[in-house]
């Protein structure tokens, strides 16, 4: 089976950097996506991992580490506008339909 | 380029009844999957239609159907409304095997 475990919840400041987890557990792998969800919204892409290392987008980061089935999206110079629930997610290779697996959510609140 | 879009937004039901809800692709995607939200989780995946044909289906029961039409939309359809089929439901197209998929703003279903 294939599960992902990230925080439920990660407080910061504005302005300042914040680093959400991701672990998985895949019977297959084919990347690690990032997905922003605002309330009452959908979820937005953020970021793809497909090999190891980080990759840049603007103020967001995203790290993977196929090793140790890990990897991180870091937000840097937060803004309130940041405030959301994110989401890790896997796609399973050796499933046809290449369905979309998600973490249960990280809900980040930016305080001023 | 409009994106995914789904109808109706919101949508009040009864226990027992059914609902059809839709969805319209990005233009050029051929592949249609739909997902459920309970609100406070990550999305689940239901079902993916590609050239409409079924690609794969969630642990859902049979209560849940769908189809693809000749151009690309889909319908995803409830029996038997539970209160537990209250929830957000996503539909994300993409070109298969890629890893980014655009998502609809979802239907918020709400059964009583």
């Known amino acids: 089976g294939q599960s992902l475990e990230q925080p439920s919840e990660v407080t910061a400041v504005e302005g300042a950097i914040v680093q959400i987890n991701c672990t998985y557990q895949?019977?297959?792998?084919?990347?690690l996506s990032w997905y922003q969800q605002h309330d009452g919204g959908a979820p937005t892409f953020l970021s793809y991992?497909?090999?190891?290392g980080l990759e840049e987008t603007g103020r967001f980061s995203s790290f993977l580490s196929r090793s140790d089935s890990y990897g991180y999206l870091l937000l840097q110079e937060l803004q309130m506008k940041d405030s959301a629930s994110y989401f890790c997610?896997?796609?399973?290779?050796?499933?046809?339909?290449?369905?979309?697996?998600f973490g249960s959510g990280t809900r980040l609140l930016v305080r001023p | 380029d409009a994106g995914v879009t789904q109808s109706p937004t919101h949508l009040i039901k009864t226990r027992g009844q059914h609902v059809t809800l839709r969805c319209s692709p990005i233009?050029?995607?051929?592949?249609v999957s739909w997902y459920q939200q309970v609100l406070g989780q990550g999305p689940q995946f239901i079902f993916q239609?590609?050239?409409?044909?079924?690609?794969g289906r969630g642990n859902f029961p049979d209560r849940f159907s769908a189809r693809q039409f000749p151009n690309y939309s889909s319908e995803l359809n409830v029996n038997a409304l539970l209160l537990g089929d209250s929830a957000l439901y996503l539909c994300?197209?993409?070109?298969?095997?890629?890893?980014?998929?655009?998502f609809g703003q979802g239907t918020r279903l709400t059964v009583v």
């Open positions: 997610a896997v796609r399973d290779p050796m499933d046809s339909s290449y369905k979309l697996i």
């Open positions: 991992n497909g090999l190891d």
């Open positions: 895949t019977s297959g792998f084919y990347g």
């Open positions: 239609y590609y050239e409409k044909e079924e690609r």
């Open positions: 994300a197209s993409s070109l298969l095997g890629t890893a980014i998929e655009g």
């Open positions: 233009s050029g995607h051929k592949s």
